[in-house]
């Protein structure tokens, strides 16, 4: 059974940082890309960042310079790190996975992150 649980969101003021992270299990994490996507309320879903099987990163220009994205292979875990965090950044986070060769996708649940004064 496939599971990715993503934790680390939270309420936090305008500037701030987050740290999310997403555990993969029932899964071969080097065979999958990774991402994190993010919906606000009354938006579509969007790609925040992804990083791919050979560690190549790409990122929503929105985010370019503020957040980083990272895997770690032996702890099968995908991590992003959200600096000067800003009030549009307020949505649910959701972390994906992807196979590089069958491009199958699996979602986590969703976390919530506010950004508020």
């Known amino acids: 059974q496939v599971q990715l649980v993503e934790s680390g969101g939270g309420l936090v003021q305008p500037g701030g940082s987050l740290r999310l992270s997403c555990a993969a299990s029932?899964?071969?994490?080097?065979?999958?890309?990774m991402g994190w996507y993010r919906q606000a309320p009354g938006k579509q879903r969007e790609m925040v960042a992804t990083i791919d099987i050979s560690g190549l990163i790409t990122y929503v220009g929105s985010v370019k310079g503020r957040f980083t994205i990272s895997r770690n292979s032996a702890q099968n875990t995908v991590y992003l790190q959200m600096n000067s965090l800003k009030p549009d950044d307020t949505a649910v986070y959701y972390c994906n996975s992807r196979n590089a060769l069958t491009l199958y996708e699996y979602w986590g649940q969703g976390t919530q992150v506010t950004v508020s004064s």
């Open positions: 029932g899964i071969i994490f080097s065979t999958y890309a």
